[in-house]
């Protein structure tokens, strides 16, 4: 158990809706970061937050956006879905704003029909 | 731009037997390394890193990676495989400056008895 938490753990919504996955970072950890696993492009960055600021941005499409609150739990929204979207969706958090390692929660599963 | 190479997308061992997992980064500064590992319905746990010093550096499971700079190599091994091995493992690189993780395709690891 690395101590990052993800809600939902499965997400099955159809094309067009709009969804939010929630991370909870480990307890200590101001830095967080999401990736999306697919098939086709493998494990990408996404975005990553410190301390509530957005930090560095990848491969983020604009129908995304993410932030990060007070408490340090992050969201990311996920909106006009398409089927494509569907991919595993990763937090990870770390301690500095400096990655070194990071810590990666179970996933949230997006299935878009 | 920083990549990450594993050129074995499937591996098939006995248990018991001797493993290693080839990781090439493309050309840049000194990297720092990761070797991930992901089993089935799991997020990514973190089995050991390179930031600098010792280029032998020894992780969790028993598993050790060999940073060679000359062969821009990082390649994960292990002495004897146990069935529990039995993952997707994946290299990633990040550099000193960007945030972002960058990771290889992933290399899936089949164990048999």
């Known amino acids: 158990d690395s101590g990052v938490t993800q809600t939902p753990k499965h997400l099955i919504t159809a094309t067009g809706q709009r969804v939010t996955l929630r991370c909870s970072p480990r307890?200590?950890?101001?830095?967080v970061y999401w990736y999306q696993q697919s098939l086709d492009q493998g494990l990408q960055f996404l975005i990553q937050?410190?301390?509530?600021?957005?930090?560095a941005k990848g491969n983020i499409l604009e129908r995304f956006s993410a932030q990060q609150f007070p408490d340090l739990h992050s969201e990311l929204n996920l909106s006009s879905l398409e089927l494509g979207d569907s991919a595993l969706y990763f937090c990870?958090?770390?301690?500095?704003?400096?990655?070194?390692?990071?810590?990666f929660g179970p996933g949230t599963r997006l299935t878009v029909t | 731009a920083q990549s990450v190479t594993q050129p074995d997308i499937h591996i098939t061992v006995s248990e018991g037997a001797s493993l290693e997992l080839r990781c090439n980064y493309s050309?840049?500064?000194?990297?720092?390394l990761f070797w991930y590992v992901q089993s089935p319905g799991q997020g990514l746990q973190l089995l050991l890193k390179?930031?600098?010093?010792?280029?032998l550096v020894q992780g969790i499971k028993g598993f050790e990676a060999e940073f060679k700079r000359s062969q821009s190599s990082f390649n994960l091994r292990k002495p004897s495989v146990h069935w529990s091995d039995a993952a997707e493992y994946f290299c990633?690189?990040?550099?000193?400056?960007?945030?972002?993780?960058?990771f290889g395709k992933g290399t899936l690891l089949t164990v048999n008895p």
């Open positions: 990870a958090s770390s301690q500095r704003s400096q990655p070194g390692e990071q810590y």
């Open positions: 990633a690189v990040l550099y000193g400056s960007n945030y972002k993780l960058t």
């Open positions: 307890s200590g950890d101001l830095s």
């Open positions: 937050y410190y301390n509530g600021e957005e930090r």
């Open positions: 390179y930031f600098s010093g010792d280029t």
């Open positions: 050309y840049g500064a000194t990297p720092y």
